[in-house]
């Protein structure tokens, strides 16, 4: 599945991607390249902890 992600540089020079479709889902990079790559590991862990707690949620119904 594909995610849209926002880019923007900080004040710092590091670049910062957003996953607007998952709140809280965000990460950074020295380099555009590589602050894609850390928002695609983001993305997996984010989306591991919502599968975690729906199966928690589901077993509690």
Do not use: F
């Amino acid at each position: 599945m594909k995610y849209k992600v926002v880019i923007s540089e900080g004040e710092d020079g590091w670049y910062v991607v957003e996953c607007p479709s998952i709140p809280g889902c965000i990460s950074q990079g020295r380099t555009i390249e590589e602050a894609l790559d850390n928002i695609k590991d983001a993305i997996y862990g984010c989306l591991e902890v919502i599968k975690r707690i729906e199966m928690v949620c589901s077993k509690a119904d």
